[in-house]
């Protein structure tokens, strides 16, 4: 059974950068053929997907926030990453770390999910 | 605003059926399949429908899906209380090469 787990600040200054982690268990993410990737959902809000990693570092992001979007992964600690910077207060969101139904890019559907992480922007 | 388009509520009495539409364009939905969640607040969304029609194990089949041009309709039948949440429909936008979602349907069981 795949788990997925967000941590990270839940509160983060106006200008800073947000960073998350999301830490996988039920799979090794050097060895799965999945992206792996990040959906936010401002407070009583819609969804919006930021993007999704390739173990092998090839990525796709959402245009709208390709300028300050970075994401990683680190396979030592069957961990990957999201790191948003200058971020506002419109960046105010649950963040969920999420696995694709589906291998390979154009994934449009995810399976698994964690939790979610509150990272409220404010000084 | 989101990409796709879905009524943001819909309501219906317990033991009826409820149809929610998401209404796209031929570079996402015309083009691409559709997936459909459930999101119960305070919780994380919850796969429904894949593949346009398909359901992962576990998903009762009162919950299909249905497709057709650049619209997907997301059918409830035999209402629960528990159904009340909010849904969201996905797909895949081959011209700007993202995941785009709807933005959501309230469904409340009356």
């Known amino acids: 059974q795949v788990q997925l787990q967000e941590s990270g600040p839940g509160l983060v200054k106006p200008s800073e950068t947000l960073s998350l982690t999301c830490t996988v268990s039920?799979?090794?993410?050097?060895?799965?053929?999945?992206?792996w990737g990040w959906i936010r959902q401002p407070p009583g809000e819609g969804l919006e997907w930021i993007g999704y990693i390739y173990y092998r570092g090839n990525v796709y992001y959402n245009p709208s926030l390709r300028s300050r979007v970075t994401l990683s992964v680190d396979s030592s600690k069957n961990q990957f990453s999201l790191r948003l910077n200058s971020v506002t207060a419109a960046d105010t969101a649950v963040y969920y770390c999420?696995?694709?139904?589906?291998?390979?890019?154009?994934?449009?559907?995810?399976?698994?999910w964690g939790q979610g992480a509150l990272v409220t922007v404010s000084s | 605003q989101s990409v796709l388009t879905q009524p943001p509520s819909v309501s219906a009495a317990p033991g009826q059926k409820v149809a929610i539409s998401c209404s796209g364009s031929s570079s996402d939905i015309g083009n691409n399949p559709v997936s459909w969640y459930q999101q119960v607040p305070g919780t994380a969304p919850k796969l429904l429908i894949y593949?346009?029609?398909e359901r992962p194990s576990g998903i009762p089949d009162r919950f299909s899906g249905s497709k057709s041009g650049t619209s997907a309709t997301l059918g409830i039948t035999g209402l629960q209380t528990g159904d009340e949440a909010d849904y969201y429909c996905g797909t895949w936008d081959s011209s700007l090469s993202v995941v785009v979602f709807g933005g959501g349907t309230k469904m409340t069981v009356l």
């Open positions: 593949d346009n029609t």
């Open positions: 039920g799979d090794s993410i050097s060895s799965s053929p999945y992206y």
């Open positions: 999420a696995r694709p139904g589906r291998v390979g890019p154009g994934a449009e559907y995810f399976q698994h």
